[in-house]
């Protein structure tokens, strides 16, 4: 069985942590999971833990699995056999537990989520009133601001340097314009939990340079990404856990 554990270093204060209680140490826990796709295995067998605080990178080269890995853990998609644990619950149990935890995950995938012909705002908006932010409590991040979208918003668009543009239709925006708008709505329900498959990849320096500053900002967060460009994992995450054939193969200190 294929295994990776975290160390005791974090990042930030988690408020997931002081919500469930202060037991609540493991962010992500994955016991023997595989999915399989007809006579394809994705991934076989993997064991990993993922610490509250943590930033941790997913690597390996395309095919590894990292995608596939990544979806699971956003319960986006079901492994074919294995326990996935969010925040110590499991996140498969049933539907409403999935939808429960499907709020503490931010998730930014290969292919965008915004609505083409919505602009910025309107989609940030959208997802905002999907998850309720008005009634939400503030979950983590003490001394950040309050609970509002209103006020996240104004946070991450300065950030993220998206003022330009909250007014355009997402269709008009460029590739890394839209990455960064992505993001913004990954993280405007103040997530616990945030999931980035290959941020960086299809950026110019540029774009690049300005998400690995933000990602290190980030605090209260545990943060999983995937790349296959160990020079930008090490930039943002100091653990390391390298994939290949759908397997864990070792663990690097970044």
């Known amino acids: 069985m294929a295994t990776a554990g975290g160390d ?11 919500e469930r209680g202060e037991n609540i140490k493991t962010a992500v826990q994955l016991e023997g999971v595989s999915k399989r796709f007809g006579y394809f295995f994705a991934l076989k067998s993997i064991s990993l833990s993922v610490k ?20 699971i853990i956003a319960t ?3 492994p074919t056999a294995g ?24 998730l930014v995938a290969h292919e965008s989520f915004l609505y083409d012909e919505l602009t910025v705002r309107e989609n940030l908006a959208f997802y905002a009133k999907l998850f309720s932010l008005n009634k939400a409590r503030e979950r983590f991040c003490g001394g950040c601001g309050g609970s509002s979208w209103e006020e996240t918003l104004s946070e991450l668009v300065e950030f993220l340097n998206l003022g330009r543009w909250l007014d355009v239709k997402a ?13 913004a709505r990954a993280l405007i329900h103040r997530p616990s939990l945030v999931l980035l498959d290959e941020p960086f990849g299809g950026l110019d320096e540029s774009s ?7 990602f290190k900002c980030f605090k209260g967060k545990t943060l999983i990404l ?4 160990y020079e930008w994992a090490k930039r943002v995450c100091e653990r390391g856990i390298l994939l290949e054939r759908g397997e864990v193969k070792q663990e690097i200190c970044l």
């Open 83 to 106: 326990t996935v644990k969010i925040f110590g619950e499991n996140a498969f149990q049933n539907s409403s537990k999935t939808a429960e935890l499907r709020r503490e995950i931010g």
């Open 208 to 214: 690049r340079e300005l998400l690995a500053e933000y």
């Open 52 to 71: 509250v605080g943590e930033f941790v990178a997913l690597l390996g080269p395309n095919g590894a699995g990292k995608t596939t890995l990544i979806k």
């Open 76 to 78: 986006q998609m079901k």
């Open 226 to 229: 995937s790349s296959h460009s």
């Open 171 to 183: 269709k008009h925006l460029s590739y890394g314009l839209r990455k960064r708008a992505d993001i």
């Open 8 to 18: 005791s270093s974090g990042r930030g204060e988690s408020g997931k942590g002081s």
